[in-house]
Every structure is written in structure tokens, then in C-alpha cells.
């Protein structure tokens, strides 16, 4: 096969792996449509929301005898759930989840009446949806294009390594500056951003969007050092581009950042009892400063 034919290999497999990737990840919306007694009902609900303020809840409901309510609670927290009701706006039905902290998750579904009927949404499971701060446009561009090329040039590699005199040095190196730029530069500032920390892979944590970039990035050092050496040079890139096709297959932000509440809430509590505290002192030049709380 041509050199052409080969590129055009690669971006079908890398384009189809990035929108697999996409479509299966936590954070996609979950859409679907539903009946309430003869009417129809079509909702996109929300799994991610960046930035400041509430996450907006919609759903179009053109029936207006149909009411309801959207259901929440902290994800994983021991708590009842919250009530909020939904408020009609021409055709669509809206509410609004609560800010969180980066990494805070909320769990919720949405529950509908018309009459004695009852729907729920979308159908006997909830939704989480994780909070995260605002990434600026550029950084997050920057990442994702060198990420993209990246995976081109792993899968463009490993096709590569099947031909019979394979270029492999110049690839493997474009490969592992565009991961380095991508996922150990870019990567790790997006992640600061959205989640207030710039790296929780191993060996400050399990994320796993952290992880695999890591895994991916050893890898194909180590193809290197094999081309280099002309050790089993084809073989170790084959397996170079094979792992990072699979570990980039992985839904996107799966096993991701997640506050745990329990943390914060004690946090706060030993905070709140300093605050509290009766009287505290404060040495100024030879004398004391007493204020009572």
C-alpha cells in the first residue's frame, strides 16, 4: 500500500477510536425521548458542567398539564435527596443543579406527572454529573489537537512497523514530543484548571485520564530505545502503538477527579472549631492580645 493509503489508515482508525472514546465517556449526555400518558417527552441531560454557576436541567415537554421535579443528592454522600421544581418555559421544563466544587459530583433524575401518572427520567437509574472549573478555549484546544496527532502518529507508527523497510525512528519520535506536548504539558495544565491539581496519577493518585498518558508515554520510550538499539525494533513498536490505541479506547475522563465529600465535610468541621474556639491569644511585643469570640 502506498504511503497515502497509509496515512488515510491511520486517521479512519484514529478518528473512529476518538469518537468511540467520546460517545462512551462519563461525561456524555445521556439523550432519549419518553411517553407520559400520549405525550411525547425528548431530553439531552447533562453528565459535566464547567465553570461558574448552576448546571441547567431542560427537557421539552409541549404538554403543559405535564409538572415535575428534579431529584438530587451529593454523589456518594449520606444524605436525603433534594427537591427542586421545574418551571415552564414555552415547550421546555427547567431547573438547575447546584454549584460544586471542582471534582464535586452530583447524582440525579428527574421525576414527571401528568395526572395520576408518573414518569421518571431516564427510566429506574440516576445521572452523575461532575462540576469542574473553566478551562480556558486555547489551553483546551492545544491539548486536544496535540493529543489527536498524537494518537494519528502512535497508530501511523504501528502501521509502519508492518512494512518491510519501515521508517521508524522519525515516527516514534514525532510520536513521543506530540504525547510529551499533549499529555505532560498540556495535559496537566487542563487539569489544574478544571480540577485544581496539575497531575492525580500514579504516584499521587488513580486517575486514570492521568495514567494511561503516562503508560502510553513509557511505552513508547522504551520502542525508542529498542529502535535505537535495533533490538526487536519492529515488534516493541507494533506493541508501542497497540497499547496506546487501547488505553486511548478507554472512555474519556473514566475513574476522572472526584471529591470526596466526608473529606471536605470534616475539613470544615475542624475549621469551624477553630473559628469557634473561646479565646485565642495573640503575643504582641511584650504584651498579649485577647479577643473573645
Request: with cysteine.
Given at each position: 500500500?502506498?504511503?497515502?493509503?497509509?496515512?488515510?489508515?491511520?486517521?479512519?482508525?484514529?478518528?473512529?477510536?476518538?469518537?468511540?472514546?467520546?460517545?462512551?465517556?462519563?461525561?456524555?449526555?445521556?439523550?432519549?425521548?419518553?411517553?407520559?400518558?400520549?405525550?411525547?417527552?425528548?431530553?439531552?441531560?447533562?453528565?459535566?458542567?464547567?465553570?461558574?454557576?448552576?448546571?441547567?436541567?431542560?427537557?421539552?415537554?409541549?404538554?403543559?398539564?405535564?409538572?415535575?421535579?428534579?431529584?438530587?443528592?451529593?454523589?456518594?454522600?449520606?444524605?436525603?435527596?433534594?427537591?427542586?421544581?421545574?418551571?415552564?418555559?414555552?415547550?421546555?421544563?427547567?431547573?438547575?443543579?447546584?454549584?460544586?466544587?471542582?471534582?464535586?459530583?452530583?447524582?440525579?433524575?428527574?421525576?414527571?406527572?401528568?395526572?395520576?401518572s408518573i414518569l421518571t427520567l431516564p427510566g429506574n437509574k440516576t445521572i452523575?454529573?461532575?462540576?469542574?472549573?473553566?478551562?480556558?478555549?486555547?489551553?483546551?484546544?492545544?491539548?486536544?489537537?496535540?493529543?489527536?496527532?498524537?494518537?494519528?502518529?502512535?497508530?501511523?507508527?504501528?502501521?509502519?512497523?508492518?512494512?518491510?523497510?519501515?521508517?521508524?525512528?522519525?515516527?516514534?519520535?514525532?510520536?513521543?514530543?506530540?504525547?510529551?506536548?499533549g499529555g505532560l504539558i498540556f495535559g496537566p495544565i487542563v487539569q489544574k484548571?478544571?480540577?485544581?491539581?496539575?497531575?492525580?496519577?500514579?504516584?499521587?493518585?488513580?486517575?486514570?485520564?492521568?495514567?494511561?498518558?503516562?503508560?502510553?508515554?513509557?511505552?513508547?520510550?522504551?520502542?525508542?530505545?529498542?529502535?535505537?538499539?535495533?533490538?526487536?525494533?519492529?515488534?516493541?513498536?507494533?506493541?508501542?502503538?497497540?497499547?496506546?490505541?487501547?488505553?486511548?479506547?478507554?472512555?474519556?475522563?473514566?475513574?476522572?477527579?472526584?471529591?470526596?465529600?466526608?473529606?471536605?465535610?470534616?475539613?470544615?468541621?475542624?475549621?469551624?472549631?477553630?473559628?469557634?474556639?473561646?479565646?485565642?491569644?495573640?503575643?504582641?511585643?511584650?504584651?498579649?492580645?485577647?479577643?473573645?469570640?
Amino acid at each position: 500500500m502506498r504511503t497515502s493509503g497509509l496515512w488515510i489508515l491511520a486517521i479512519l482508525i484514529t478518528l473512529a477510536s476518538a469518537v468511540y472514546q467520546r460517545k462512551t465517556g462519563p461525561t456524555y449526555p445521556v439523550k432519549g425521548s419518553n411517553e407520559i400518558t400520549g405525550s411525547k417527552i425528548t431530553y439531552k441531560l447533562l453528565r459535566s458542567h464547567g465553570g461558574k454557576g448552576d448546571q441547567p436541567v431542560v427537557i421539552t415537554v409541549p404538554d403543559t398539564s405535564i409538572s415535575g421535579f428534579l431529584i438530587f443528592k451529593r454523589y456518594k454522600a449520606k444524605e436525603k435527596w433534594s427537591r427542586i421544581k421545574l418551571v415552564r418555559n414555552g415547550k421546555q421544563l427547567k431547573a438547575a443543579l447546584p454549584h460544586q466544587p471542582p471534582a464535586g459530583k452530583l447524582e440525579y433524575y428527574i421525576e414527571l406527572a401528568k395526572g395520576a401518572s408518573i414518569l421518571t427520567l431516564p427510566g429506574n437509574k440516576t445521572i452523575v454529573t461532575r462540576f469542574k472549573g473553566a478551562v480556558p478555549l486555547a489551553v483546551l484546544i492545544s491539548h486536544i489537537f496535540f493529543m489527536f496527532f498524537a494518537m494519528l502518529l502512535s497508530t501511523r507508527t504501528g502501521i509502519e512497523s508492518l512494512r518491510t523497510s519501515p521508517n521508524l525512528k522519525s515516527y516514534a519520535l514525532w510520536t513521543i514530543g506530540l504525547l510529551f506536548i499533549g499529555g505532560l504539558i498540556f495535559g496537566p495544565i487542563v487539569q489544574k484548571y478544571a480540577f485544581g491539581a496539575f497531575w492525580t496519577g500514579i504516584p499521587y493518585g488513580t486517575d486514570l485520564t492521568d495514567n494511561k498518558t503516562l503508560i502510553a508515554f513509557v511505552v513508547w520510550l522504551i520502542a525508542l530505545i529498542a529502535i535505537i538499539k535495533n533490538k526487536k525494533a519492529r515488534l516493541w513498536t507494533l506493541f508501542a502503538a497497540l497499547v496506546t490505541l487501547a488505553i486511548f479506547m478507554i472512555p474519556h475522563s473514566m475513574h476522572g477527579s472526584e471529591l470526596d465529600y466526608s473529606k471536605l465535610e470534616t475539613h470544615a468541621a475542624s475549621l469551624s472549631a477553630i473559628i469557634t474556639c473561646s479565646i485565642w491569644t495573640i503575643p504582641v511585643g511584650e504584651g498579649v492580645f485577647r479577643t473573645k469570640k
